[in-house]
């Protein structure tokens, strides 16, 4: 008896794992009012400017190429433009790295300029190989024909590009007008874009940089820009990059999306960004910008920034908007934003502790000052009180604080 009712039991229990267990529905974080900022622990709103300042120096320090934490691979690629060099480079401005690459670029590119039909100029992508000697002597040959190649003898450096990554075709979009060398006159001219298309930066034999972009064209290129985009790039290894970037885009019908990370790391030392955005709603005659209208429902921006002692983290949530629309028309009414109506749910925190928070609909209240927001809940600390206002208060607060003039 005993021994059936131990299998019985077990049989049970084995059952009763098989069940299906029930999904829990996720909770969606903008109905979760943000915890306010404590006085003591929270910053301070007027020790902002001064937290903005320190996060600077600790920036600056860190991409500093003198930093004797400095990457080695970086530290040997920035070496490279330094004075002297083909490509001189401020060393106390790294951030002059990928616009000394792009003036040069520029400085050697043979793009053609195609008449089509009789008033048309096309504005072709660089092709050929450029070779500038130890005497700073340039030379072209035509190959390839789908990339653009620039060497630098003295510094032992080359730039392939290559346009057409897997045979992909390239597109031509308005670009003003240019000079038409053939009739002395300006004409409109188109440039050509790459949809999908790679760089690398190679020193000696070790790839140094590099980058892919693809794109998505859409119907609405010339309008309102692509319907989908992405962009990578890295410096200093392809493995464990110490510097990289990280962007996409995409605009459907019914959600716009952006994203961005940006890493930047020493041999101790690290400093990133990091900010996502999703918008939902819908788009009206995107390829007419005269009467293209978007209408958004709701959005969630989330972003965190760091570096060393000192982290941001924003998060924005918008629901149910409504009476909201991105036109020309709407734009440039009295009072735009009179009868938008909606919930916010937003928090700013420092160093994992709450800095400011923002809960509540939208809608205008029981006041007539036709500005919406005034039942929004927004507390942060000030001179060691907690502050509780409204969206329109906070505002005129915060900036009499930051602009006070």
Same mark, same amino acid.
């Given at each position: 008896m005993k021994r059936t009712l131990a299998v019985l039991t077990v049989f049970s229990l084995l059952l009763a794992a098989c069940r299906p267990q029930p999904v829990p529905t996720p909770i969606d974080p903008a109905t979760v009012e943000p915890v306010a900022p404590v006085v003591g622990q929270a910053l301070e709103v007027q020790q902002i400017p001064g937290t903005v300042e320190s996060a600077a120096k600790q920036l600056n320090a860190l991409l500093d190429p003198n930093n004797p934490d400095i990457d080695p691979d970086l530290k040997a690629l920035l070496a490279v433009f330094g004075p002297g060099s083909a490509? @001189?480079?401020?060393?106390?401005?790294?951030?002059?790295?990928?616009?000394?690459?792009?003036q040069n670029f520029a400085a050697h590119a043979r793009g053609q300029l195609q008449v089509q039909g009789v008033t048309t100029l096309k504005q072709t992508l660089p092709t050929g190989t450029t070779t500038v000697d130890r005497t700073g002597r340039s030379t072209y040959q035509s190959t390839p024909a789908d990339g653009y190649v620039i060497i630098f003898e003295a510094q032992n450096l080359r730039v392939d590009v290559k346009w057409k990554v897997g045979g992909a075709a390239t597109v031509f979009v308005p670009a003003g007008m240019a000079y038409n060398p053939s009739t002395g006159q300006w004409s409109p001219a188109e440039q050509e874009l790459p949809t999908n298309a790679s760089a690398t930066l190679t020193r000696g034999t070790q790839a140094a940089a590099g980058a892919t972009f693809t794109m998505t064209p859409g119907e609405c290129l010339s309008a309102l820009g692509p319907t989908a985009l992405s962009f990578n790039a890295w410096a200093g290894r392809a493995v464990n990059s110490p510097a990289a970037l990280k962007l996409n885009y995409a605009w459907t019908d019914a959600n716009i999306s952006l994203s961005g990370d940006a890493l930047y790391t020493t041999t101790k030392q690290k400093a990133s960004l990091s900010a996502k955005l999703d918008v939902r709603g819908t788009t009206v005659n995107r390829c007419?910008?005269?009467?293209?209208?978007?209408?958004?429902?709701?959005?969630?921006?989330?972003?965190?920034?760091?570096?060393?002692?000192?982290?941001?983290?924003?998060?924005?949530?918008?629901?149910d908007l409504s009476n909201l629309e991105f036109s020309a028309d709407a734009l440039n009414a009295q009072n735009p934003l009179a009868k938008v109506g909606g919930t916010v749910n937003g928090r700013l925190s420092f160093n994992g502790r709450s800095l400011l928070t923002?809960?509540?609909?939208?809608?205008?209240?029981?006041?007539?000052?036709?500005? @919406?927001?005034?039942?929004?809940?927004?507390?942060?600390?000030?001179?060691?009180?907690?502050?509780?206002?409204?969206?329109?208060?906070?505002?005129?607060?915060l900036g009499t604080l930051f602009l006070p003039y």
């Open positions: 490509m @001189p480079l401020d060393l106390k401005q790294p951030t002059q790295l990928g616009r000394s690459l792009v007419t910008p005269a009467t293209f209208a978007f209408r958004p429902t709701r959005a969630d921006l989330t972003a965190s920034a760091e570096v060393p002692s000192h982290k941001l983290d924003l998060a924005l949530y918008l629901r923002a809960f509540g609909p939208l809608a205008d209240g029981a006041d007539t000052n036709l500005q @919406p927001g005034d039942q929004v809940k927004v507390k942060y600390v000030q001179d060691g009180k907690l502050v509780e206002t409204d969206l329109p208060g906070a505002l005129d607060g």
